[in-house]
């Protein structure tokens, strides 16, 4: 069972747009849609930002969508702000009922 | 407001049985529909899934860790439990509980985490 595949790093300056994939295989991303994401800031908990592929936990800024196609689910983030650097895990129910997690993605904000 | 708050013992000698304690604050465990995780992120590098239990006792594991794995619910203290046997460096992490909503591993609380090191 391998962790979900994320880009190590991605980079955007501030009010661009940005994305983060998350591979998987139809056995977990592609089987359900029961993909969240996760931003974590260093020496923090992570936080959950987008949960079923595309719904937003009350709080989280409008700014943070999600979505999926076949076996990949994506994050995007549009006008990035300087606090939004940070890393991101995707994470999706897997055949075995268990959780997996992406490998996690750094954001820089130039 | 839901607060958790992870326990442990800090140092554990390699083959020793780790043992972990959530404390769970601003809201029940066995409430209907919650589910109650474990999540574990060694330095420097990313999170893994460990194991999660429902509001009724339903456990989860991770297959590759469910050997060593035991989670439990100590409803008389709103306390999760979690268990991992015969720990080696390898197992040497923050360690994370959280509540999970139930949408397959979507965990929207979670503790601060403690940091557990395996060593001699």
């Known amino acids: 069972q391998s962790a979900l595949t994320q880009p190590a790093s991605v980079s955007g300056s501030p009010g661009q747009s940005i994305t983060i994939s998350c591979s998987g295989t139809?056995?977990?991303?592609?089987?359900?849609?029961?993909v969240s994401w996760y931003q974590q800031h260093p020496g923090k908990a992570p936080k959950l930002m987008i949960y079923e592929v595309n719904k937003r936990p009350s709080g989280v800024s409008n700014r943070f969508s999600g979505s999926k196609s076949g076996n990949s689910a994506s994050l995007t983030i549009s006008g990035l702000q300087t606090e939004d650097e940070a890393d991101y895990y995707c994470s999706s129910l897997v055949d075995t009922s268990s959780v997996m997690f992406g490998g996690g993605t750094k954001l820089t904000v130039l | 407001q839901l607060q958790l708050q992870e326990s442990g013992p800090g140092l554990v000698k390699p083959s020793e049985t780790l043992s972990l304690t959530c404390i769970v604050s601003g809201g029940s465990i066995t409430t209907t529909g919650d589910y109650w995780g474990w999540i574990r992120q060694p330095p420097g590098k990313g999170l893994e899934w460990l194991a999660s239990?429902?509001?009724?006792?339903?456990?989860y594991y991770s297959p590759s860790l469910k050997s060593r794995l035991t989670i439990s619910l100590v409803t008389s203290k709103n306390q999760v439990s979690l268990k991992l046997d015969s720990v080696t460096a390898a197992d040497t992490a923050v360690y994370y509980c959280?509540?999970?909503?139930?949408?397959?591993?979507?965990?929207?609380?979670w503790g601060q985490g403690t940091l557990v090191t395996v060593s001699s």
């Open positions: 959280a509540r999970d909503i139930g949408s397959g591993g979507a965990a929207d609380y």
């Open positions: 239990i429902s509001h009724s006792g339903t456990t």
């Open positions: 139809s056995s977990d991303v592609g089987k359900y849609n029961l």
